[in-house]
């Protein structure tokens, strides 16, 4: 059999819609020739329905998806497209490739459900035994559209048993109606940003609408088993140091979620300014801690600071230390303690023996000076702590400039962490 729609009077058209690992393509069709003239795609001599018919007398089924491919290209490439401009000819090919590409899975999972054949004996893990075959249905999303499933289904006949559906594990069907290409998209989309902002961009890259709780649910179960996964992975076999830093960031909570000691009403709290609120004030926040736990890859020859602080322009600079399987955490229930004891902990399972260097990095945060100190103590481990330059930069300039809010207190503790190491 020749390969493509040239068996039935048309040349190759090529359907692309994929989902890359880490990488949405947009659905798009190639065009193959289905007749030159004068440099310009035309179909010649068939009528839709002529080729539909001749597509179906080569497989059953291959009708509809033919006229639709004709349709599709007759209509951008023929007479009635000629006043249409180049965004509205992509509109209606992206639109057509989608309507297809849904036509097209659909067959396919309609041939799977024709060719299903019934079992015997069904039993589930409960070891309560199946006897019954029943049709079932359901609905899938994908990032074309939405296909019917059609499958075998099993049941016992008994009450709060449920059916089984031996096709759904071989289809690797999602237990949700998304399908797991479209979540993964969604979850690629919402780590770059809100959610809101993957609503879009998944409606823009695929057509489909997903509601928010629908997003937040996709991304917290493919968050799910992140721990035990990376528990599972064997220990890192280096010899460079090893990095840990914390941090936290602000998030804009309700009043109800806020911690105690920050649950004042606006209304109630000290008043720094006459017109204007100062820190504090601004709005209800909650801290939400953060961490990361990266070996360190050591260049050869070490920078120096006149390398890094006084480098002129143009000049290269000189190699960097490069992290290495860098381990996350974030947390905006517990406090700082609990984030750092977890960066102890996973410190500890890559270098059981204290064999490495243990850096910590922070901000000048004597807070988490003293977690840190504490966690090491209760470890036996020896960390050298390093301080962000930059950061203890800005944080003198900000106290500089509103000493008379803050007294002083940031200079005085940026002073101690500065010398007394």
Same mark, same amino acid.
């Given at each position: 059999?020749?390969?493509?729609?040239?068996?039935?009077? @048309?040349?190759?058209?090529?359907?692309? /819609?994929?989902?890359?690992?880490?990488?949405?393509?947009?659905?798009?069709?190639?065009?193959?020739?289905?007749?030159?003239?004068?440099?310009?795609?035309?179909?010649?001599?068939?009528?839709?329905?002529?080729?539909?018919?001749?597509?179906?007398?080569?497989?059953?089924?291959?009708?509809?998806?033919?006229?639709?491919?004709?349709?599709?290209?007759?209509?951008?490439?023929?007479?009635?497209? /000629?006043?249409?401009?180049?965004?509205?000819?992509?509109?209606?090919?992206?639109?057509?490739?989608?309507?297809?590409?849904?036509?097209?899975?659909?067959?396919?999972?309609?041939?799977?459900?024709?060719?299903?054949?019934?079992?015997?004996?069904?039993?589930?893990?409960?070891? @309560?035994?199946?006897?019954?075959?029943?049709?079932?249905?359901?609905?899938?999303?994908?990032?074309?559209?939405?296909?019917?499933?059609?499958?075998?289904?099993?049941?016992?006949?008994?009450?709060?048993?449920?059916?089984?559906?031996?096709? &759904?594990?071989?289809?690797? %069907?999602?237990?949700?109606?998304?399908?797991?290409?479209?979540?993964?998209?969604?979850?690629?989309?919402?780590?770059?940003?809100?959610?809101?902002?993957?609503?879009?961009?998944?409606?823009?890259?695929?057509?489909?609408?997903?509601?928010?709780?629908? %997003?937040?649910?996709?991304?917290?179960?493919?968050?799910?088993?992140?721990?035990?996964?990376?528990?599972?992975?064997?220990?890192?076999?280096?010899?460079?140091?090893?990095?840990?830093?914390? &941090?936290?960031?602000?998030?804009?909570?309700?009043?109800?979620?806020?911690?105690?000691?920050?649950?004042?009403?606006?209304?109630?709290?000290?008043?720094?300014?006459?017109?204007?609120?100062?820190?504090?004030?601004?709005?209800?926040?909650?801290?939400?801690? /953060?961490?990361?736990?990266?070996?360190?890859?050591?260049?050869?020859?070490?920078?120096?600071?006149?390398?890094?602080?006084?480098?002129?322009?143009?000049?290269?600079?000189?190699?960097?230390?490069?992290?290495?399987?860098?381990?996350?955490?974030?947390?905006?229930?517990?406090?700082?303690?609990?984030?750092?004891?977890?960066?102890?902990?996973?410190?500890?399972?890559?270098?059981?023996?204290?064999?490495?260097?243990?850096?910590?990095?922070? &901000?000048?945060?004597?807070?988490?000076?003293?977690?840190?100190?504490?966690?090491?103590?209760?470890?036996?481990?020896?960390?050298?702590?390093?301080?962000?330059?930059?950061?203890?930069?800005?944080?003198?300039?900000?106290?500089?400039?509103?000493?008379?809010?803050?007294?002083?207190?940031?200079?005085?503790?940026? &002073?101690?962490?500065?010398?007394?190491?």
């Amino acid at each position: 059999m020749s390969h493509g729609c040239g068996s039935f009077g @048309v040349t190759a058209v090529w359907l692309v /819609a994929c989902l890359r690992a880490g990488e949405a393509s947009v659905p798009m069709v190639l065009m193959c020739e289905i007749g030159i003239a004068e440099g310009k795609p035309q179909v010649e001599g068939y009528a839709a329905g002529e080729l539909a018919a001749s597509a179906e007398r080569v497989a059953p089924g291959l009708g509809l998806l033919a006229g639709m491919l004709a349709e599709l290209a007759g209509g951008v490439a023929g007479p009635g497209a /000629a006043g249409m401009s180049f965004e509205q000819l992509e509109r209606r090919v992206v639109a057509g490739v989608r309507e297809l590409g849904v036509a097209v899975l659909q067959h396919a999972l309609d041939a799977r459900a024709a060719a299903e054949v019934r079992l015997a004996g069904v039993t589930g893990a409960d070891e @309560v035994a199946r006897p019954r075959a029943v049709r079932g249905a359901r609905t899938i999303v994908t990032v074309l559209g939405a296909v019917r499933v059609r499958r075998i289904g099993y049941r016992a006949g008994v009450k709060g048993v449920r059916a089984l559906f031996p096709a &759904d594990a071989v289809l690797n %069907l999602p237990r949700r109606r998304y399908s797991w290409g479209l979540q993964q998209l969604a979850v690629l989309f919402t780590q770059a940003g809100s959610y809101q902002q993957a609503r879009q961009f998944v409606r823009a890259a695929t057509g489909v609408a997903i509601g928010k709780r629908q %997003l937040e649910q996709i991304t917290a179960e493919a968050a799910a088993d992140a721990a035990g996964f990376e528990a599972a992975l064997p220990r890192e076999q280096g010899a460079g140091p090893l990095a840990l830093s914390p &941090d936290a960031k602000g998030v804009a909570m309700l009043p109800g979620a806020l911690r105690r000691r920050g649950a004042k009403a606006p209304a109630q709290r000290a008043r720094n300014f006459g017109k204007r609120r100062g820190t504090g004030e601004k709005g209800h926040k909650r801290m939400a801690q /953060a961490g990361c736990v990266s070996g360190v890859a050591v260049p050869d020859q070490p920078r120096t600071p006149e390398q890094i602080l006084a480098r002129q322009p143009g000049q290269p600079p000189p190699q960097a230390p490069e992290a290495a399987g860098t381990w996350y955490t974030a947390d905006i229930t517990g406090g700082a303690a609990q984030t750092i004891a977890a960066l102890f902990g996973q410190a500890g399972r890559r270098d059981p023996a204290r064999a490495r260097t243990w850096i910590a990095l922070t &901000d000048g945060d004597n807070h988490q000076i003293r977690q840190i100190q504490d966690q090491a103590a209760a470890r036996g481990a020896a960390v050298t702590i390093l301080i962000d330059f930059v950061h203890v930069l800005q944080l003198s300039t900000v106290s500089a400039r509103e000493s008379h809010v803050f007294a002083g207190q940031i200079v005085v503790a940026i &002073d101690v962490t500065l010398f007394r190491r």
